[in-house]
């Protein structure tokens, strides 16, 4: 208590207002944590080791933050388990979260210290991949979807259907991706069952195969898909959400996005507090710092990002941008169904599927 | 008795760098695949791999994998038989009847192709068959009405994209054993009142055959084995055993089937090589 009056009487006499405002603001919770460390573990250029983002943290904190990366969720897991005591916040894909808190790799997030806490989509903030045993586990973060792009030239009004892929009226007008779990998950939403493990494989299969008079084009890239549109080779295609808005916003192209009555495919990342982390205060301060919209307007319109948990964030898009306007549409959002993790068993089996399919195809 | 020993020693030690690096580089590796074909999983990370049959199993049981073996072999012949149309005549015309002079530009020009990287060009092509592309273009300029002949996303365009890209292969190694025919042998025949098709037939086809045939090796071999091409190219249609081979590899890390996979494809090259080794023995000896 007698070093932290010490430091925020130096920065006092010291004359520099601005770290007085922001140590007494946060006061409480940063003081003793000035002039230490924050250590970050992410997927590298995932919005956390922006430059102008950990400068202007610790500006305001006086807490610099440290990166160390991770290549797969595997990783990071092993990262937790074999070094404790080393990592303050963590980013973790929500299908991997309650794997994570199970093993005790991380600890509860105390919302209360949270500023931003309320503005975030109760969809995501309160699911239950988060809450395990009643604990809150996770700070939703970031998150997005793949779902119907249209063509707005060729179609008057959104396709409501997910059965528009199978419409005859687009035979060979339609973009998939050539993916395995991407086609399972969808032929499971077009046939009315669990998206990650669906129960009838045959009827995934069956619906699979129908796609072959419909099918113009696989892409596997924004790029890739960009290339195909603007060359007018289909007309309702799958397409990530994030990458919708940039296809229409930045390139002009004649794109709508809509996600089905029956539902699409979404996904989350949570940020988490690892168990014993040295320094959960600064840990709160640095999560409240990201679902902030001061961070996610700077880092989504300079950088690229996917869509914000927190609904004030992406309603301080700049008007006029499409991912405003898709991740704004909560009920929209409440039809997806979650990626959850897959085990090696479904990956293969879903892979065999889709390649029987292709062979299917090209008979 | 002493100098053959040492003739021997001289042989080891000349040719053991040769086997070492071939060992090192291609054995090796090749070994460790095999291995990884008859476990249940990759031993990478803290799994626990078991001994199986399953992988090659997979390919009995499961009928698409026969289907698309059979196709990328089908497509492998398509493209040598392309090449061989393109390139026999090409090096024929090539060592014959081009001045000397103009045969190095023309020579740069087929080896050109091969200075661009070749995603690169197999993405080129995409530009020049897709619907709207370069050659509808070039035809609507000529006759305004006429219908599209974009083949983008369909076999026709992997066979188009797969012989441009080998077509040098055919082209050097033919063009090697054509420019070596003694022209005499030509004259005479034609003194002697050969046609030109007896010619070619009697004279100029038997003499180039063993570039021809090795050729035909250097084409076959490495296409049936393609993957990046048809995925590109192919669109619906681009699924060969290649690319299922390189998705049990990137997309589900399944090291294991892909392996025996890649085994399996092996197998068939050299049962195929094999079966047409009198032919080719008979006639690569000069080579």
Do not use: C, R
């Given at each position: 208590m007698i070093e932290r009056r010490g430091i925020v009487g130096a920065a006092a006499k010291a004359g520099v207002g601005f770290v007085l405002a922001a140590a007494l603001a946060i006061g409480p919770m940063i003081g003793a944590a000035a002039a230490e460390e924050l250590n970050v573990l992410n997927?590298?250029?995932?919005?956390?080791?922006e430059a102008w983002a950990l400068e202007l943290f610790e500006e305001r904190t006086g807490v610099e933050v440290i990166h160390d990366y991770f290549n797969s969720e595997q990783e990071m897991l092993t990262k937790l388990r074999t070094s404790p005591?080393?990592?303050?916040v963590v980013l973790i894909n929500s299908a991997f979260t309650e794997q994570a808190a199970k093993e005790g790799l991380i600890q509860p997030v105390?919302?209360?210290?949270?500023?931003?806490?309320?503005?975030?989509s109760p969809l995501l903030r309160d699911s239950p991949r988060f809450i395990i045993d009643d604990k809150l586990y996770a700070i939703a973060w970031v998150w997005g979807m793949t779902a119907v792009a249209y063509n707005t030239e060729d179609l008057e009004t959104a396709p409501e259907s997910i059965q528009v892929f199978w419409d005859l009226e687009f035979a060979g007008r339609v973009g998939w991706r050539d993916d395995a779990v991407e086609a399972v998950s969808f032929a499971a939403i077009a046939t009315g069952q669990?998206?990650?493990?669906?129960?009838d494989l045959d009827k995934v299969r069956e619906k699979l195969r129908a796609l072959k008079p419909q099918i113009r084009a696989f892409w596997s890239s924004e790029d890739e898909w960009n290339k195909l549109f603007a060359a007018g080779q289909f007309d309702v295609s799958t397409y990530w959400s994030g990458s919708a808005a940039r296809s229409a916003?930045?390139?002009?192209?004649?794109v709508g996005y809509v996600v089905p009555e029956e539902g699409a495919i979404g996904w989350f990342d949570g940020l988490s507090i690892a168990t014993d982390a040295p320094n959960p205060e600064a840990a709160h301060a640095f999560i409240n710092f990201l679902i902030d919209p001061e961070f996610y307007v700077r880092w989504a319109t300079e950088v690229g990002a996917p869509a914000s948990a927190n609904r004030e964030a992406n309603a301080a898009l700049?008007?006029?941008?499409?991912g405003r306007e898709i991740h704004g549409d909560e009920a929209a959002m409440k039809r997806l169904q979650w990626m959850a993790p897959l085990s090696d068993e479904e990956r293969r089996t879903y892979q065999e599927i889709w390649d029987e399919t292709k062979a299917y195809f090209a008979q | 008795m002493r100098i053959e020993q040492r003739r021997r020693f001289a042989i080891l030690g000349l040719t053991a760098p040769t086997y070492l690096w071939l060992a090192l580089t291609i054995f090796l590796p090749l070994s460790v695949m095999l291995y990884f074909?008859?476990?249940?999983?990759?031993?990478?990370?803290n799994r626990e791999p078991a001994l199986t049959f399953a992988q090659y199993g997979a390919f009995l049981d499961k009928e698409f994998y026969r289907f698309l073996t059979w196709r990328s072999v089908m497509m492998g012949v398509h493209v040598t038989l392309g090449c061989v149309l393109i390139g026999y005549p090409a090096a024929l015309i090539l060592a014959h009847h081009v001045p000397n002079r103009w045969r190095e530009a023309l020579f740069l020009l087929i080896v050109l192709?091969?200075?661009?990287n070749a995603l690169v060009r197999i993405f080129s092509w995409t530009m020049v068959l897709r619907e709207n592309g370069l050659i509808d273009r070039g035809l609507q300029a000529i006759f305004p009405d006429a219908p599209s002949v974009g083949i983008l996303f369909t076999y026709p365009a992997i066979i188009v994209g797969l012989v441009h890209s080998y077509l040098p292969y055919m082209i050097l190694t033919c063009y090697i054993s054509l420019q070596a025919i003694d022209r005499s042998l030509i004259e005479a025949a034609r003194s002697l009142g050969a046609s030109n098709l007896a010619i070619f037939r009697r004279v100029l086809l038997p003499l180039s055959l063993p570039g021809l045939l090795a050729g035909m090796v250097l084409v076959f071999v490495p296409v049936i084995g393609s993957f990046m091409e048809p995925r590109i190219l192919g669109g619906?249609?681009?699924?060969?055993l290649g690319t299922v081979i390189e998705d049990q590899f990137?997309?589900?890390?399944n090291w294991p089937l892909g392996a025996a996979l890649s085994f399996i494809l092996l197998a068939i090259v050299l049962t195929i090589l094999a079966a047409a080794y009198p032919l080719l023995r008979r006639n690569l000896q000069p080579f």
């Open positions: 997927w590298q250029g995932y919005g956390t080791d005591g080393t990592y303050d105390d919302s209360g210290k949270i500023e931003n806490f309320e503005d975030l669990d998206m990650n493990h669906p129960e916003t930045n390139f002009d192209l004649p700049p008007e006029g941008d499409m | 074909s008859f476990l249940t999983v990759a031993p990478i990370g192709p091969f200075w661009s619906l249609e681009g699924v060969t990137t997309a589900v890390f």
